[in-house]
């Protein structure tokens, strides 16, 4: 089994019931491909570091799944391309099985002037 990450940027535009229904073909894309997601994250709209389409925000979502398909990435960064909304992806492969984010998180304490 083969564990993945992707992260796409969203047009900032984008009405709350399409991103809604974006973010559900996602997924069933995903499924389509015989993946199975384990972890999906939106991370809210966020300042671009430079712009992309004349667009300086964008919708960040983070989507981690598993396949054992390894056409999978290379059809869903095919679909994702011609996805309107979508204004940019990445995919990356991890070498172990993620877990979500609110079981990894520890506090960070401040730093003591001491």
Do not use: C
């Not at 671009?48 to 989507?63: D, E, F, M, N, Q």
């Not at 679909?79 to 995919?91: H, P, S």
């Amino acid at each position: 089994m083969r564990y993945y990450e992707n992260l796409f940027i969203v047009n900032p535009n984008i009405e709350q019931e399409k991103f809604t229904t974006l973010i559900q073909t996602v997924k069933a894309e995903i499924g389509r491909l015989s993946g199975n997601i384990l972890n999906l994250e939106d991370w809210g709209k966020r300042r671009l570091a430079y712009p992309i389409k004349k667009h300086r925000y964008g919708t960040y979502v983070l989507v981690q799944f598993e396949s054992e398909n390894v056409g999978l990435v290379k059809e869903l960064e095919s679909w994702l391309r011609m996805n309107q909304g979508v204004l940019a992806f990445m995919t990356v492969v991890l070498d172990e099985k993620p877990t979500s984010s609110a079981q990894t998180a520890t506090p960070v304490a401040p730093a003591s002037n001491a």
